[in-house]
Structure formats: structure tokens, C-alpha cells
């Protein structure tokens, strides 16, 4: 699997959107960009993922370079639940037979 | 409720005994996988199963052992040969390889003393 890189931390406002950054510019044709989020002493938890289209669900946006080569995880009004540790991941499936490569993410700490 | 369970949510045991953590799903899962995470780090890879009776070594199986007997459950075992083994255990499962997401476990905190 490719290697991701996210920054360290990362701080945002309490009801605004918060944009994670993530680079994968190794990233092979057949490989998706996964979303997980862990937060303090728990199991991670699924968020979303793609492969070249851009995606939403009700907790998230995906947004992937035309280029693949970097993506931006959007959580549109975050709220001081969102604090957590944001991984991102790519691999060719998301329960493929060598798991998931979990890197140090991303520590995204919302504002009151 | 489906899900996960892991127990204990926290584990201490003196230095060279083997410990087993457990882990139990009810998802009807066909895959599991148990992860290492170290304070600060992210999750590694210990082993994993796709089916019943069958499983494979990830990238740090030194130390620890597996069964898959049952496909709802996929023990643990943290063996004296494993160097340190204080850490925090996660279980996961999926459905067949191929799936679109793993579900995790509330995790074990193992401290050895």
C-alpha cells in the first residue's frame, strides 16, 4: 500500500468546516483513499471513502485531486465530538488481506 | 445490538505469563484482524483471518498467536516471548476481502508489570 502524509494537528472552530489535508502521491490506479477517525481510548471508526470521484455521506465530504495524488476530508460543521484523530489511508480494499496501514493521522482538536 | 465486543477493556499481568484477549463479533463477518497501536502511534498489524480454521501473520505476529475455530470469535494470545507487550489491542472485522470498511472493537489496554 501507499504511504499518506497528514500534518501533526491541526485546530478548527467549533460550527465551522474543518478541511484534513492528506498527500498520497505514490498512490497506484487501483487503490482507494479511506477515512478513519479515532477518538481518545476507543476503536477507530469508518468515515468514507473514494477512488477518483469526489464523495459525501452524512458525516463527511471527500474531496480527490483529478491527479489522485492528494485528498481533503471536509466535515462541514464541526462540533467538539469531532475531536479525533484522523487517518488517512490508501489501500486497494478496505478488508483486503493485509488489513489497513494506519500511519500517526492527523490530531484535529475542535474549538468552543 | 451488532458489533464488536473486546474484553476486558483493561488487562494486567506480570511479566512472562501468556495472556488471551478476547474478541467477539456478531456481524457475521467472514474477515478479523487484531491491531497494536503504542502511545502516539498509529495501529500495526499483528494477524489476520478470512475464513474459519485459516490465518495469516502481519507485519509484527513475533510474540503473539491466533485461532480462528469459530467465526464469530478470534483470540489473542500475548505470549512471554513478546518483548513488550503493553499496549493497546484493537479487533476487527469485515465482511469478505473486497469489503469497504472494517469495524472495530472498543480495544484491550494490556499492561504487564
Known amino acids: 500500500d501507499a504511504k499518506t502524509t497528514q500534518p501533526t494537528s491541526m485546530d478548527c472552530a467549533e460550527g465551522r468546516a474543518a478541511n484534513l489535508p492528506c498527500n498520497h502521491s505514490t498512490i497506484s490506479g487501483n487503490e482507494y483513499v479511506y477515512w478513519y477517525r479515532q477518538i481518545h481510548s476507543q476503536g477507530p471508526q469508518y468515515i468514507i471513502h473514494g477512488l477518483k470521484n469526489n464523495e459525501t455521506n452524512e458525516m463527511a465530504s471527500l474531496i480527490i485531486t483529478e491527479d489522485r495524488k492528494s485528498s481533503t476530508l471536509i466535515l462541514p460543521h464541526a462540533t467538539l465530538r469531532d475531536t479525533a484523530v484522523y487517518y488517512c489511508?490508501?489501500?486497494?480494499?478496505?478488508?483486503?488481506?493485509?488489513?489497513?496501514?494506519f500511519g500517526k493521522g492527523t490530531h484535529l482538536i475542535i474549538q468552543p | 445490538d451488532g458489533g464488536i465486543t473486546q474484553s476486558p477493556k483493561y488487562l494486567f499481568r506480570k511479566e512472562g505469563q501468556n495472556v488471551t484477549l478476547s474478541c467477539e463479533q456478531n456481524?457475521?463477518?467472514?474477515?478479523m484482524y487484531w491491531y497494536r497501536q503504542d502511545p502516539g502511534q498509529g495501529l500495526r498489524l499483528i494477524y489476520y483471518s478470512q475464513i474459519v480454521n485459516d490465518f495469516q501473520k502481519g507485519d509484527i505476529a513475533e510474540g503473539y498467536s491466533v485461532s480462528r475455530e469459530k467465526k464469530e470469535s478470534f483470540p489473542l494470545t500475548v505470549t512471554s516471548a513478546q518483548k513488550n507487550p503493553t499496549a493497546f489491542y484493537l479487533c476487527?472485522?469485515?465482511?469478505?476481502?473486497?469489503?469497504?470498511?472494517?469495524?472495530f472493537g472498543p480495544g484491550t489496554r494490556l499492561t504487564v508489570l
Open positions: 489511508i490508501v489501500s486497494r480494499s478496505g478488508g483486503g488481506a493485509d488489513g489497513l496501514t
Open positions: 476487527a472485522s469485515s465482511r469478505a476481502r473486497g469489503s469497504d470498511e472494517q469495524f
Open positions: 456481524l457475521n463477518h467472514d474477515a
